[in-house]
């Protein structure tokens, strides 16, 4: 029987699947093979474990970790004067370079057993999460020695002499690393580089030695114009046949001293203005040795599986870091700026279309706080989730350019006029280095996370795929006959699930015990987890390898894995906060949206499907009511903006490590006026109800005259006045440079 299957079944099959199925480049292998699949694959099975994720725990600190952030770090925050150094020095100022070498802000990831501070993703993230609430280059320049750079790639893949070597002087700041990865012609296609290095014998240090030479140009290189290390990313060529038969070599990694004979480090790039060091660098026909590589002359070849695998966890922490800092002092500071600000006799967010705004931010700040400590709780498992580290670098940063541009709209002139009590102009202009660095977003989006994702988790699709393409044809359709009956019983119960679900709108879907009033979430997440992957398998079917040039199409398809993910981490902090009824709100509003967008995401991809039929048969089987959810209300939008217009718990919780701001800063000034004016805030009615809105001196001697207020609270008054004065002020100069 099983010789018949082979021969009438699995056999056409192996062929249709050869035909049909997209072919995968040995970079993109290897981009799969990298890192690993993990609550994605989950979110891509039909009918998630949610006991999986909620079993982790929330993430935690310990008491070392803690004790770095209350000290160095905030002591790091009050030493920066961020105007200082964008607008007048265009660096970070020697005292701060100090304090950070001083402190191992550059051996963050690095193990104690080497000088560094051994701290978790986890601790690694909450430090450039704060920083970067006070200054976008120090949080840069903290952050990419302790993402992709030479001390990552040295612990996972160095040789015990470079790592003794090496990780103890990057620890304490010796050596300022950088990576030279990208290349002018190649962009974000780092396989398409044409930096080349030849196998060769040369003399070095006296001695004739075994060594590549190497040419270069790379752009973009943060840390460059300071670095004293460089690791470089390189395709190395054999033409001699010195190492063996093999002229191609691909992709290596070699760390070269800056001080090497050949090599050029450029002057400055000036991104988007922000000052954190960027720069070119080159290499004219620059000898290095074989041990220069890392790893060793085991590891020529190996450079992009090393590469992708670290980018598989910290892509995950660098930039969500950034964006989540930068949400959530949006959060914090419009919302205190809302409540302070009167135009018409009002507080400005009591305006309908500011409250939206406010609502916007608040909701885009909890997801990205949400999603930051779940993915950096699975790094401190040990995991490598690469597609959800690409989830969240492309759905982080787009999501603080949308809390920035709120909150912008909202502070008017304040958030333009610029100068150092501007809090929120840098970080809109530096929105964009943040979009485009570590893989555009256009293409993370349009073919990684889909791309990847798709044939990654799914539970047999590579598998069938390298049993398809397995050299030894016999051993080939044995893999498969394996396969095939599990798969279809697979896609069997996906349809059954997913047509019941979309028919009956979830509600008769599970959710996990002890969710509470989060229940109804849950069966949502699992109805649309059980489309997708109905919708995943009939779109691989129909279309095959074309679903790899459909970039649209996957796209899309690829934002509602993205939004599945992300409302499964807000799920799972509202779960580890102990659901407290006083987020609901938020939770409600952010769970609202990403169901909308994922409705909208599904349609459009019914819609504009190549094969309309097919197109049409996929929405009557999963949607057949069109929109079923609606975006929060114009209520729920007003109960989430005053979340963030009141001092609470909830705010507290949410904007969580945002540096409080020195004193007389732009920051403090805000919060300040916030609380005195919460504090007078039933004074102020008592005035209102007589007629008196405004705050000046008159104002405040007639409402003394009618015994509206007392002479303590007239003084109360005006400290709060002189405080909203100040608050929303703006800088002028006599003169600029």
């Known amino acids: 029987m099983s010789h018949l299957r082979q021969k009438w079944i699995t056999a056409p099959l192996l062929n249709w699947i050869n035909k049909v199925l997209p072919p995968i480049s040995d970079t993109e292998r290897e981009a799969m093979e990298a890192g690993e699949v993990w609550w994605d694959a989950q979110l891509l099975s039909g009918k998630p474990d949610w006991r999986q994720l909620l079993e982790m725990g929330p993430p935690e600190l310990t008491e070392a970790e803690q004790a770095f952030i209350d000290g160095p770090v905030e002591e790091l925050c009050r030493m920066v004067d961020d105007w200082k150094i964008t607008h007048e020095d265009y660096d970070?100022?020697?005292?701060?370079?100090?304090?950070?070498?001083?402190?191992?802000?550059?051996?963050?990831?690095?193990?104690?057993?080497?000088?560094?501070?051994?701290?978790?993703?986890?601790?690694?993230?909450?430090?450039?999460?704060?920083?970067?609430?006070?200054?976008?280059?120090?949080?840069?320049?903290?952050?990419?020695?302790?993402?992709?750079?030479?001390?990552?790639?040295?612990?996972?893949?160095?040789?015990?002499?470079?790592?003794?070597?090496?990780?103890?002087?990057?620890?304490d700041g010796r050596e300022i690393p950088c990576f030279g990865l990208t290349s002018p012609e190649a962009g974000s296609d780092a396989a398409s580089m044409v930096d080349r290095g030849v196998v060769c014998y040369e003399e070095y240090n006296g001695e004739r030695t075994l060594g590549m030479r190497v040419n270069w140009h790379k752009r973009y290189i943060t840390l460059g114009p300071v670095s004293t290390i460089l690791g470089l990313a390189f395709k190395l060529y054999d033409p001699d046949h010195i190492l063996g038969k093999e002229e191609e070599l691909g992709i290596t990694v070699a760390l070269v001293p800056t001080d090497t004979p050949g090599v050029t480090i450029g002057q400055r790039h000036l991104p988007a203005m922000q000052a954190f060091q960027n720069g070119p660098n080159w290499g004219k026909d620059v000898f290095i040795p074989m041990e220069w590589i890392i790893g060793g002359q085991e590891n020529i070849g190996h450079g992009w599986h090393m590469l992708m695998s670290a980018l598989a966890a910290g892509r995950g922490i660098?930039?969500?870091?950034?964006?989540?800092?930068?949400?959530?002092?949006?959060?914090?500071?419009?919302?205190?700026?809302?409540?302070?600000?009167?135009?018409?006799?009002?507080?400005?967010?009591?305006?309908?279309?500011?409250?939206?705004?406010?609502?916007?931010?608040?909701?885009?700040?909890?997801?990205?706080?949400?999603?930051?400590?779940?993915?950096?709780?699975?790094?401190?498992?040990?995991r490598k989730p690469a597609v959800v580290s690409a989830i969240m670098k492309a759905h982080a940063t787009n999501g603080l350019r949308q809390a920035v541009n709120d909150a912008m709209d909202i502070h008017a002139g304040k958030a333009i006029m610029?100068?150092?009590?501007?809090?929120?102009?840098?970080?809109?202009?530096?929105?964009?280095?943040?979009?485009?660095?570590?893989?555009?977003?256009?293409?993370?989006?349009?073919?990684?996370?889909?791309?990847?994702?798709?044939?990654?988790?799914?539970?047999?699709?590579?598998?069938?795929?390298?049993?398809?393409?397995?050299?030894?044809?016999?051993?080939?359709?044995?893999?498969?006959?394996?396969?095939?009956?599990?798969?279809?019983?697979?896609?069997?119960?996906?349809?059954?699930?997913?047509?019941?679900?979309?028919?009956?709108?979830?509600?008769?879907?599970?959710?996990?015990?002890?969710?509470?009033?989060?229940?109804?979430?849950?069966?949502?997440?699992?109805?649309?987890?059980?489309v997708l992957t109905l919708v995943t398998e009939i779109s691989l079917m129909a279309l095959g390898g074309e679903l790899?040039?459909?970039?649209?199409?996957?796209?899309?398809?690829?934002?509602?894995?993205?939004?599945?993910?992300?409302?499964?981490?807000?799920?799972?902090?509202?779960?580890?906060?102990?659901?407290?009824?006083?987020?609901?709100?938020?939770?409600?509003?952010?769970?609202?949206?990403?169901?909308?967008?994922?409705?909208?995401?599904?349609?459009?991809?019914?819609?504009?499907?190549?094969?309309?039929f097919v197109g049409q048969l996929m929405q009557f089987l999963t949607m057949p009511w069109g929109h079923s959810i609606r975006t929060a209300s114009d209520r729920q939008a007003r109960v989430c903006a005053e979340l963030i217009m009141e001092p609470s718990k909830t705010r507290d919780r949410l904007t969580a490590g945002v540096f409080s701001g020195n004193e007389g800063d732009g920051i403090d000034l805000v919060e300040q006026a916030f609380l005195l004016s919460q504090d007078t805030a039933v004074i102020r009615a008592k005035m209102k109800k007589g007629g008196l809105r405004a705050l000046d001196e008159e104002t405040i001697a007639t409402a003394l005259a009618q015994n509206l207020i007392s002479e303590d609270e007239a003084e109360k008054i005006r400290r709060t006045a002189a405080a909203v004065d100040r608050a929303i002020q703006v800088d002028h100069f006599d003169k600029l440079k």
């Not at 950070?100 to 051996?107: H, I, Q, S, Y």
């Open 318 to 382: 660098s930039l969500p870091s950034l964006s989540t800092g930068g949400a959530k002092m949006a959060a914090r500071t419009t919302g205190a700026y809302a409540a302070i600000r009167e135009q018409f006799g009002i507080p400005i967010g009591k305006f309908e279309g500011v409250q939206r705004r406010l609502a916007e931010i608040a909701s885009i700040a909890y997801v990205l706080d949400s999603a930051h400590k779940t993915t950096t709780r699975a790094l401190d498992q040990g």
């Open 418 to 530: 610029d100068g150092p009590l501007n809090y929120l102009g840098n970080v809109y202009r530096a929105v964009p280095v943040a979009i485009t660095v570590e893989g555009a977003n256009i293409l993370t989006r349009s073919l990684m996370i889909f791309g990847q994702g798709a044939i990654r988790c799914h539970p047999y699709l590579l598998q069938e795929m390298e049993a398809a393409t397995n050299p030894d044809r016999e051993e080939g359709l044995q893999q498969l006959d394996a396969l095939v009956p599990k798969h279809i019983l697979f896609q069997m119960k996906t349809f059954c699930r997913a047509v019941f679900h979309g028919w009956t709108g979830g509600l008769f879907a599970s959710s996990p015990k002890g969710v509470g009033n989060a229940a109804k979430y849950y069966r949502q997440m699992n109805r649309y987890s059980a």
């Open 548 to 612: 790899k040039r459909k970039e649209l199409i996957s796209s899309r398809l690829g934002d509602v894995l993205s939004e599945l993910y992300l409302m499964s981490a807000m799920l799972k902090r509202y779960y580890d906060d102990g659901s407290p009824d006083d987020d609901r709100p938020l939770l409600e509003f952010a769970m609202r949206a990403g169901m909308h967008n994922i409705e909208v995401s599904l349609l459009e991809v019914f819609h504009n499907f190549p094969m309309r």
């Open 92 to 171: 970070i100022p020697p005292e701060v370079w100090d304090f950070l070498k001083k402190n191992r802000f550059f051996g963050i990831i690095i193990p104690t057993a080497y000088g560094g501070l051994g701290f978790s993703p986890t601790a690694h993230a909450q430090i450039v999460t704060k920083i970067s609430t006070r200054s976008t280059t120090v949080g840069v320049t903290v952050m990419v020695p302790n993402s992709l750079g030479p001390g990552e790639l040295l612990m996972a893949h160095g040789t015990e002499e470079q790592k003794n070597y090496y990780l103890p002087r990057l620890a």
